[in-house]
């Protein structure tokens, strides 16, 4: 008879406490898909709530959301592009343009589905154009699109006469109502974030986007058509920052210089980047990507509700996203596959 049974069931029992914290600690929180970013984001979020007890308050956090729909779209087109090792720097700025036209198409009288219907095809080729450029000029895509970028921008100027236009309340429904109390500016980002994601994990095309973001000249010699791809993601990217753009218009019920522009576009890369999607291609993920959104729209409207100084403002944002990039660059070392 053994007399070894009770002490190994006493050593069992006296480390599951140990047990248990080391699946609390920290380490183990940051071996969470998008833990160390979930972390900065509940912690910023318990911090504006205990400072401002609006925060918590449906209509602030439905506000939050209405505010990061259009900045959704174009990080939700930037991830599959930036997956397949691609880059468009001037999604904001083909926003800025195609609100523009769309607003001055509204004020002289068009109809509003000949309108979105033009400003869709506009986005689209300027998309495609950019996709041209950087496929077969071999240009390095940030030099082509931040050119692109500077070029619509004051596209987007003459387009105004560097006046504002105002639509009245045409789409105003699309901007400002909902469905069961859900904006629709919410519905339509969530519906393309879904339908990007479910292309990246279920399609074919999202296979190819993630093997030629891991290595182009691999995945052409597997017998993927590389430019046909290319092209293809660069119209959709154009055809999704055409769709912020209008939702931008509708939300704001007009359309002045310097609406969009590069400074969206900035942060809905560095949303996408602190999401977890690669700068070099061959990974990326659409939940981080919408937790990268979500960070940001939380603290741009934490620092409103908090009523710090706007010179401040830039610093306190750029500290934030240093910290989200920080602890996610510890997570992704920590990982198994690392």
Known sequence: MSLETPSTSADSVAHLPERTAS?????????????????????????????????????????????????????AGLTLLMTAGGLDFSMGSNAAVTLSVAAKLLSTGHSTVVTVVVALLLATAIGLVNGLVVTFTRVAPFVATLASAMLLDGVALLVLNGMS????????????????????LLIVALLVLAGIGLIMRFTTFGRDAFAMGGNEHVARLSGINVAARKLTMYALAGALAGLAGLMLLSRLGAAAPNTGGLQLQLTAVAAVVIGGTALAGGHGTIPGTILGVVLLGVV?????????????????????LLAAAIVNEFQRRSSPGH
Do not use: K
Not at 26 to 47: E, N, T, W, Y
Not at 165 to 184: E, F, K, Q, T
């Open 300 to 320: 741009a409207n934490a620092l409103n509700l908090l009523q710090v100084n706007s010179y401040y403002q830039f610093v306190v944002t750029g500290a934030v």
């Open 165 to 184: 236009v105002s639509i009245g309340d045409r789409m105003s429904a699309l901007g400002n109502s909902g469905l069961g109390g859900i904006p629709y």
């Open 23 to 75: 699946r609390l600690s920290p380490q183990a929180l940051l071996r969470v898909p998008h833990g160390g970013l979930i972390i900065v984001l509940v912690l910023v979020s318990l911090f504006t709530a205990l400072q401002a007890d609006s925060f918590t308050s449906s209509q602030n956090l439905l506000n939050v959301l209405r505010q990061t729909s259009v900045m959704a779209v174009i990080a």
